[in-house]
C-alpha cells in the first residue's frame, strides 16, 4: 500500500486529493496545523480514513517527525497562506508560511531519504500568480515570472527551491502551476464563493448586494477536482519536472456573474453588485491563461469540467446550503 503525506489537507485542494489517493488504495497521512484547528473535525467527518498528524510548516522539527510517523512514499505540499489579498496585510508570515514553509518541507524530504534522494516523490503547489503582469499569453512553464503580490513573490521562491533541490541533491520533486482552480469546497472569502453563496442568499430573499472589486480581471478557471488529478500523475512520471496545469481559456468576473445570477433567474445583476475600492489589488493582475499543452501530452491530463460546469456546481451547491439552513431554522 502506497503512502502519501498532504499538508494543507484542510483546503479544498487537500480534500480532493485525499479522496483521489485513497481511492487509489493509498495510506493517507494529513498534516494539521494546531491541535485545535477549526477544520481537523471537517477532515475527520468527511475523510475518517486519514491520519491527521499535528504540524508546522515554520517548524523543521514537526515535519521531520511527520516524515517518520507517515514513512511516506509520495509527498504533496499544498500548505500555504493562500488568500492573496491577506498576503499585503501580512506580507512577513505569508513569507515564512507559503514561501519559507517549502524550503522546511524539501529539507525534511531530503534529511528523511537521504540514503536516496528520489525514494520520496515531492508536489509543490506552484501558482498562476507567479506569472502576475504577464510577459507572455499564454504562459507556459518557460514563460518569465513577474509576481504582482507578496503572495505571489512566496510562491515563486517555493516554486525556484523545488527546481534547486530536485537539480543539486536528485530528488524527485515536481512543481505544479496551477492557474486558478475552485469547487463548493472553496474558502468564503474567494471571490468565487463570495460570488456564488451571495447569489443563493440573493435569490432566497435574505441578501440584498454584492460587494467586488475589480469586475474585468480575467482567469483561467476549472475544476479543482479535476487539478488533484494532475498533481497524482505527476508523481507517477520516471521523471520529475514543472506542469501548467490549466483549462486554456480566460473568462472575466462579469462572465462568472453572468453565469451564476442567471443560474437562479436573475439575468440583469447590475442593482445586485457593487464595486468596493476595498476589494481592488494594489498592484492588479489582469490576464491569466495557461497552456496545459505539456500537461496533455506528458501526463494526459485534461479538465473534465468546463468554465459553465463550474459555476452552475458552485451555486447550485450554495443555493442547496442555503435552503438547508433555511429548513433547519
Known amino acids: 500500500m502506497p503512502r502519501a503525506l498532504i499538508t494543507g489537507i484542510t483546503g479544498q485542494d487537500g480534500l480532493y486529493l485525499a479522496e483521489l489517493l485513497l481511492s487509489k488504495g493509498y495510506e493517507v497521512f494529513g498534516l494539521i496545523r494546531g491541535q485545535n484547528n477549526p ?3 471537517l477532515v475527520r467527518t468527511t475523510l475518517p480514513e486519514v491520519t491527521l498528524l499535528t504540524g508546522d510548516l515554520t517548524d ?33 508570515l505569508t513569507s ?30 506552484s ?25 505571489g513573490v512566496a510562491k515563486v521562491f517555493g516554486h525556484y527551491m523545488t527546481i534547486n533541490y530536485r537539480e543539486s541533491y536528485g530528488m524527485h520533486a515536481s512543481s505544479g502551476i496551477l492557474f486558478n482552480h475552485e469547487s463548493p469546497r472553496r474558502g468564503p472569502e474567494f471571490v468565487t464563493r463570495k460570488i456564488s453563496m451571495a447569489v443563493a442568499r440573493i435569490a432566497a430573499g435574505q441578501q440584498d448586494t454584492l460587494s467586488l472589486g475589480n469586475l474585468d480581471a480575467r482567469r483561467d ?32 468576473i462579469r462572465e462568472f456573474l453572468d453565469l451564476a445570477f442567471a443560474r437562479v433567474g436573475i439575468s440583469d445583476w447590475s442593482r445586485h453588485v457593487v464595486q468596493d475600492p476595498r476589494f481592488f489589488r494594489p498592484a492588479e493582475v489582469d490576464l491569466l491563461i495557461g ?39
Not at 505540499?77 to 498576503?87: C, D, E, K, P, R
Not at 507567479?130 to 512553464?141: L, S
Not at 479535476?226 to 490549466?246: G, H, I, S, T
Request: hydrophobic fraction near 45%; avoid cysteine; charge should be negative.
Open 127 to 151: 501558482s498562476s500568480e507567479m506569472f502576475g503582469k504577464v510577459q507572455a499569453v499564454p504562459q507556459r512553464e518557460d514563460t518569465l515570472l513577474w509576481p504582482r503580490s507578496p503572495y
Open 291 to 329: 497552456d496545459p499543452a505539456k500537461a496533455r501530452e506528458q501526463l494526459g491530463w485534461t479538465p473534465s469540467v468546463d468554465f459553465p460546469g463550474l459555476v452552475t456546481m458552485m451555486v447550485d451547491s450554495d443555493v442547496a446550503i442555503v435552503a438547508g439552513a433555511g429548513a433547519r431554522a
Open 221 to 252: 478557471w476549472g475544476f479543482a477536482g479535476d487539478y488533484v488529478e494532475a498533481m497524482w500523475r505527476m508523481l507517477q512520471q520516471d521523471a520529475a519536472d514543472d506542469y501548467v496545469v490549466a483549462t486554456g481559456e480566460t473568462h472575466s
Open 39 to 41: 477544520k481537523r473535525e
Open 60 to 92: 523543521l522539527s514537526s515535519l521531520l517527525r511527520a516524515m517518520e510517523v507517515s514513512q511516506p512514499n509520495e509527498v504533496y505540499n499544498l500548505g500555504a497562506i493562500s488568500f492573496v489579498a491577506y498576503s499585503w496585510e501580512n506580507a512577513m
Open 96 to 125: 515564512d508560511v507559503t514561501g519559507k514553509g517549502v524550503l522546511n518541507m524539501l529539507e525534511a524530504v531530503r534529511l528523511f531519504s537521504h540514503d536516496d534522494p528520489s525514494r520520496v516523490r515531492f508536489y509543490q503547489a
